[in-house]
């Protein structure tokens, strides 16, 4: 598999990487049937992501897309996060191989499962606004 220098960089240098005590948000997704799981903490302060970090178990595809998708989340409103897509981590990455796509998707979900439990703790029905959060149950791709 040949993986792009961006991916390369955020497996060998993952960014965010940890956890956050007292978290407005947390979401952890994940598949045991792949391996790969996703933990993604958020802070919020007036409607924008202040603070944001992650833990992954999971292949190097699925540390890279974690470590990106928080980059491109953190200091976003949690509009603009939600249009976050796991096409856009994996333009980001400058690509993944296809085998590799489902942990874009796993990135994708963690994120929304943090917000969707911010809204939670907000006593807000979090589905009108993120959607559903499947995770990664669906996927054909994995090892």
Do not use: W
Request: hydrophobic share 40%; net charge negative; proline share 3%.
């Amino acid at each position: 598999m040949i993986y792009s220098e961006k991916v390369m960089d955020h497996f060998a240098n993952p960014r965010n990487v940890g956890t956050i005590e007292n978290a407005d948000g947390v979401g952890e997704v994940g598949n045991a049937k792949c391996g790969d799981i996703m933990k993604m903490y958020i802070k919020v302060d007036n409607g924008t992501i202040s603070d944001v970090k992650f833990q992954t178990f999971g292949c190097g595809a699925a540390v890279a897309t974690s470590s990106m998708a928080t980059e491109l989340i953190k200091g976003k409103s949690i509009d603009e996060a939600l249009k976050l897509t796991n096409k856009a981590v994996v333009e980001a990455l400058d690509g993944l191989p296809p085998a590799k796509l489902h942990c874009s998707v796993l990135a994708e979900e963690a994120m929304k499962a943090a917000i969707s439990d911010y809204y939670r703790k907000q006593g807000v029905d979090p589905e009108p606004i993120v959607g559903k959060v499947a995770g990664c149950s669906d996927c054909e791709g994995c090892h």
